[in-house]
């Protein structure tokens, strides 16, 4: 994918915020701290596009990043152990669902898991979640740099089936160090929202 355009269209806490252009738009969810602005950066070549932390919660709002004029990446905001209020938990949690539920741009969802460690129960609930929206899922394990072959060989049956993925669900190896999994990603993304280079 040649990017030739990438930035952040707009910060969204309502529905109201949300663009208008009709573009496809592909979501990102999973844990706080995951990896999901570092993917971002890696898939359009940005060093800092979508702001990374070292602090679980950063993104607290949904945040569009337009990619060619034809397609938005979404970021949604980390769920989990971040250490936020119930209450911001919870207005993070009606964010995120009323955004899954009523987007008719939305063509694609990326799950993001940690290679190194088993789903937690909030990814189990989001896979499961997400699949009764109807929307095509993309199940990615990030940091696969962090382990050796043989370590991966292990964990990917694993999350597989902690996560009871079938044959027809895409599971991707990911790196934002190394690049791995990159163009396989943006096959799976190009393909899902009709983008012809």
Not at 54 to 83: C, E
Request: charged residues 30%; glycine residues 6%.
């Amino acid at each position: 994918m040649i990017i030739r355009k990438a930035e952040i269209e707009c910060v969204a806490a309502l529905k109201s915020q949300y663009p208008t252009t009709g573009y496809p738009e592909v979501a990102f969810a999973g844990r706080s701290n995951v990896g999901k602005s570092s993917l971002i950066n890696t898939l359009v070549n940005r060093k800092s596009l979508a702001r990374t932390s070292s602090k679980p919660g950063k993104t607290r709002t949904i945040n569009f990043y337009n990619i060619n004029d034809n397609l938005y990446l979404v970021d949604l905001p980390g769920y989990g152990y971040a250490k936020v209020s119930k209450e911001e938990k919870k207005k993070w949690g009606s964010m995120i669902e009323g955004y899954l539920n009523s987007r008719d741009e939305l063509k694609l969802v990326i799950l993001l898991v940690d290679i190194r460690h088993e789903p937690t129960q909030d990814d189990k609930l989001m896979l499961e979640w997400m699949r009764q929206t109807g929307k095509k899922v993309v199940v990615v394990a990030t940091k696969s740099d962090k382990l050796s072959n043989n370590q991966i060989a292990k964990q990917v049956p694993v999350i597989k089936k902690a996560l009871k993925l079938t044959q027809d669900e895409t599971f991707i190896l990911f790196s934002s160090e190394t690049r791995r999994g990159k163009e396989e990603l943006w096959e799976v993304i190009k393909s899902t929202c009709g983008i012809v280079e």
